[in-house]
């Protein structure tokens, strides 16, 4: 029941900036976690960023690749995520796809949103 919605993405030189955003929606709890992953066709969708809330329980882990250069954060309501990906890469050029975790009554349940195409070209 919930849905996840992208924005943001479009295409930027290689070194600059964007800020994607997710929001959710159809839910009444806070989502346990919400992040970000990316895909080139033909590959496989890998994790860029992952930001978990559990109460008093919370973390935030990037993969190796985007780490010291993107930024996660959880917003304020807890159903929307922003990415701030700094100094942008060609290799960054995918579709970033939003992705959150419901769990209920220790009862997981994913969602996927249907992805904002970021391009790192000159």
Known sequence: QVQL???GGGLVQPGGSLRLSCAASGS???LWSMGWYRQVPGKERELVTVATKGGISSSTRYASS???RFTISRGNPDNTVDLQMNNLEPEDSAVYYCKAV???DNFATEYWGKGTLVTVSL
């Open 28 to 30: 009444s709890f806070t």
């Open 66 to 68: 985007v780490k010291g």
């Open 102 to 104: 419901d769990v209920v």
């Open 5 to 7: 919605v992208e924005s």
